[in-house]
């Protein structure tokens, strides 16, 4: 790979439990430029092959075994009878549990005579940190290893990792520790090797959550390719499942793989509100792990503000080579995390969160509303600019470089207030109002109640656009307050926010399903009648699960059930397209140009929200008229 390229993800395989996974080829070895062993914000190992006589086996399946692990099948020519069929088998089942690989490689022969050989298991060490990887400038770090014939012990400044084996011996050699491991078999007979990595980290600020989620979803009389996307999302959601060690009880999700093992506010709030019908405790729990994280302090450096939720967590500072970005270990840089926050709490309420666990919250709530108040101050509108010059210059969902543009295929200038982000504030208002109401706040009540209007009333005046594909609201209002008139799916997330009237609901609706938008597997993150819309686009055109089941549940919501329908049907054709693990986002062909979904080469997967897309759309399935 020519440094500096991100690592394409699409046609790799993954067995992970986090903060633990394990990326390889389809043959189980780990030679491409994201391939190795993962925990947390370090790849430890960064290559694993085997070699039998010098050669190695020829791959012929892979098989999945849920999140935690996948099988491979392969045969040894090298040492067959020559005859066509392959009378030389090599399995291995490859299982992740948080911190460890382990491996059952088996030689299965049925040729008619004793066969021999020497098997090497040869592993990389790595040590680099996962932003390194991510941007295609890893290089190894130094590392010592001592073994003996049982075990090795690889060890780079504070982070190691042991290997064991059942047999063979171990050994250092040409910049990568080895396994030898002679096996001798007769017809009909099979010889087996298991192996094991264990790693440590001790500046790891994440955990895995303890035990098993054992989640199930109701999915009886719906399509049965929706219950076995449901049943495979639940399974990556228990494997995506993080704590942090001083609260280990309060379970959270994972952003998703590889790149984001760690809480994302965005991001875990999301996939939380999407779980309330599987499971509210995961929203109970995620809404005291951002709580003890909310911003107390104004600082420039980490975008922290009083009451402000935050972007993201991670062990040390997060700087992308090649990029002008560098992140602290915590960061806020987030417009729309503090408003979700308090929407979270509203739905988790609303579904039966117990009295105890939302009144602690309160104070909590109290500072978010107060920061969302401030920050709509200036213009009336929540707004975002990047104050570092270091971070996130987009800091909605849509949060890439090129994601906020005029329907020419010019950038918008920041400060930006995003369409979602006045639609949030506006459900997060009424709803803690409501709340507030219940706990016997009526005059706070009140107040949010009023602010939320006066918001709804500002948003319409000011939003709205009128273009040769319709009249709809803007992506965002720039700098100069003037109205980015690009059709794109934000304004699929005002749907039962009540910022937009009924009327506008069902126009809204309606151009989100129409042909510019709606690629037959998903809505479009922009319209293809815009200048830069590309298929490929991250946020240009390219099509994301959670984003198109938003979408869904706000026209749901809205009382639009059929463009509902159709969205969901879209996805359920996607997930099928992906073997029912729906990656991060895939591209925007149309299904005329395409009979399947075309992969977004550097797509994560599994991916917390995409995965929850399954829960919403069998939600709208299984609830409709």
């Known amino acids: 790979m020519i440094p500096g390229r991100q690592p394409f993800l699409h046609d790799a395989v993954i067995a992970l439990h986090a903060p633990t996974q394990a990326w390889s080829r389809p043959d189980g070895a780990m030679t491409a430029p994201v391939d190795g062993l993962f925990h947390g914000d370090r790849r430890f190992a960064r290559g694993l092959r085997i070699e039998v006589e010098g050669e190695a086996p020829e791959a012929i399946a892979s098989h999945g075994r849920g999140a935690r692990a996948v099988g491979f099948d392969a045969v040894l020519r090298c040492l067959d009878d020559g005859t066509p069929d392959p009378h030389l088998r090599l399995a291995r089942e490859r299982t992740v549990g948080d911190g460890v690989l382990d491996e059952a490689v088996t030689v299965a022969s049925v040729v008619d005579r004793a066969v021999s050989g020497v098997l090497r298991l040869v592993v990389e060490p790595d040590f680099a940190p996962l932003q390194e990887v991510k941007s295609g400038h890893a290089r190894p770090a130094a590392w010592t290893a001592e073994t003996d014939r049982d075990s090795a012990v690889v060890t780079s400044g504070d982070a190691s990792f042991a290997l064991v084996a059942n047999a063979g011996a171990w050994l250092v050699e040409d910049g990568a520790v080895v396994l030898e491991w002679p096996f001798a078999i007769g017809p009909g007979e099979q010889a087996v090797l298991r192996w094991s990595v264990r790693v440590s980290d001790p500046g790891l600020v994440v955990q895995a959550a303890t035990g098993s989620a054992a989640w199930s979803a109701d999915s009886a009389g719906v399509d049965a390719r929706l219950a076995r996307w449901a049943r495979v999302a639940l399974d990556d959601l228990d494997a995506l499942r993080l704590a942090f060690p001083d609260h280990p009880e309060d379970a959270f999700l994972a952003a998703g793989a590889p790149w984001f093992f760690t809480l994302f506010g965005r991001d875990s709030i999301w996939a939380a509100r999407m779980m309330l019908p599987v499971d509210p405790s995961v929203a109970a729990s995620t809404l005291r792990v951002l709580a003890r994280l909310q911003g107390k302090a104004d600082d420039a450096t980490t975008e922290e503000e009083p009451g402000k939720i935050p972007h993201e967590l991670r062990a040390t500072a997060f700087r992308m080579p090649g990029e002008d970005i560098s992140l602290p270990p915590l960061y806020y ?108 706040a009526g005059e706070e009540a009140a107040h949010w109640r009023a602010w939320a209007a006066r918001l709804r009333e500002r948003f319409n005046e000011r939003f709205w656009v009128a273009t040769p594909e319709g009249r709809y609201p803007a992506i965002a209002l720039d700098r100069d307050g003037r109205a980015v008139d690009t059709l794109t799916s934000n304004i699929g997330h005002l749907l039962g926010t009540g910022i937009v009237d009924a009327a506008d609901e069902a126009s809204i609706a309606g151009l989100l399903v129409g042909e510019s938008m709606c690629s037959g597997y998903g809505v479009r993150t ?37 463009e509902a329908a159709v969205v969901v049907a879209g996805l359920l054709d996607a997930a099928e397209g992906f073997g029912f693990r729906m990656p991060e986002l895939h591209a925007g062909f149309a299904r005329a140009e395409r009979d399947r979904p075309v992969p977004y080469p550097a797509a994560c997967r599994p991916q917390a929200w995409s995965a929850t897309a399954a829960l919403t759309c069998l939600q709208i399935a299984r609830t409709a008229d």
């Open 333 to 440: 840089g987030t417009v729309d995390a503090t408003p979700l926050w308090v929407c979270l709490l509203v739905d988790a309420w609303r579904a039966g969160t117990a009295r105890e666990e939302v009144e602690p919250l309160l104070p909590h709530l109290r500072a978010a509303l107060k920061w969302i108040e401030a920050a709509a101050a200036k213009d009336g509108f929540l707004s975002y600019f990047d104050r570092t010059g270091k971070g996130l210059s987009n800091q909605g969902w849509k949060d890439s470089g090129d994601s906020i543009q005029w329907r020419d295929g010019r950038l918008a200038k920041g400060p930006i207030a995003l369409c979602e982000a006045q639609g949030y504030a506006h459900e997060a208002a009424a709803g803690a109002a409501d709340l507030l109401d219940a706990f016997g």
């Open 526 to 562: 922009m319209s293809s009648g815009a200048a830069g819309y590309w298929p490929l686009s991250y946020h240009g055109g390219a099509v994301w699960a959670h984003d198109s089941a938003i979408v869904a549940h706000g026209m749901a919501r809205a009382g639009r059930r059929e």
